[in-house]
């Protein structure tokens, strides 16, 4: 409950500073959308091209995002988005050559902090993720199975990105630019082989690959990023003796 009333307190307190300085405030809502490649996979296996062959895949994402904006120059915006992720392995063992895809999908939770240029209409991002795993399944040769028990429920990025406005009218912005993220824990579970020297994706029984040491399970992605941006309204401070902050809505 503590937690929940500073998260609440905090972010009132910072507009009511901002606002008694005469920066405009305002909230903005935006359809977003992103598409590109991915990377699933180790040090070990990008390191073993004898064994396993795997290039970029394909992912893509789309939501929603809201945006608190401080001035003109500084955003810290809450994107959700539902996403799908997939990895393709060409297997080669000593006496078997098999084929494997995993997929996944759930919902990535960011926080990012973007700052926009004075002079030009771009912008740059930086902030944490949070990707919920909702549902992993494993295609090998044709026979498709579950296999979310391998990863853990969620995991956790970096992402960072640079953009520019394409159309600006009146309070409707539609932008796109690049967005990058790389993960910084591990997604693989202990059911999974976490920590041993045979681990998923190349632990099946009768054929593995064992490593000399663990590599944690990692996805990286780079992707092209729009927004449909609609803004909603701004705080002002009115003129009264006691300054009150209101709400105002854009027409």
């Known amino acids: 409950m503590k937690l929940l009333l500073k998260v609440l307190i905090i972010p009132t307190l910072f507009i009511n500073v901002l606002s008694a300085k005469n920066n405009p405030i305002w909230f903005d809502l935006a359809l977003t959308g992103s598409g590109g490649g991915c990377f699933l996979t180790t040090k070990n296996i990008f390191g073993d091209s004898k064994t396993v062959n795997s290039s970029p895949s394909f992912c893509y994402a789309f939501g929603g995002k809201l945006g608190i904006n401080f001035n003109e120059n500084h955003e810290i915006a809450f994107n959700a988005e539902y996403y799908s992720r997939n990895q393709s392995y060409d297997i080669k063992l000593a006496t078997l050559k098999f084929n494997k895809n995993i997929a996944l999908s759930g919902v990535d939770l960011a926080l990012l902090y973007r700052h926009r240029s004075d002079e030009s209409a771009g912008y740059v991002e930086i902030g944490p993720q949070m990707s919920i795993i909702s549902s992993a399944t494993e295609n090998r040769e044709g026979i498709t199975s579950d296999v979310s ?30 967005r990058f993220s790389y993960c910084f824990s591990d997604m693989i579970s202990v059911e999974g082989g976490k920590g041993t020297s045979t ?15 663990y590599a944690p ?32 809505r854009f027409k």
């Open 217 to 248: 399970f990692n996805a990286t992605t780079f992707q092209l990023h729009t927004e449909f941006t609609f803004d909603l309204g701004y705080f002002a401070k009115s003129k009264c003796k006691r300054g009150r902050i209101s709400f105002l």
């Open 199 to 213: 681990s998923y994706p190349l632990n099946d029984p009768g054929a593995s690959k064992p490593y000399d040491s």
């Open 149 to 178: 028990t391998k990863f853990t429920p969620n995991y956790f990025s970096g992402v960072v990105g640079f953009g520019s406005n394409l159309v600006v009218s009146n309070a409707f912005t539609w932008t796109i630019g690049f």
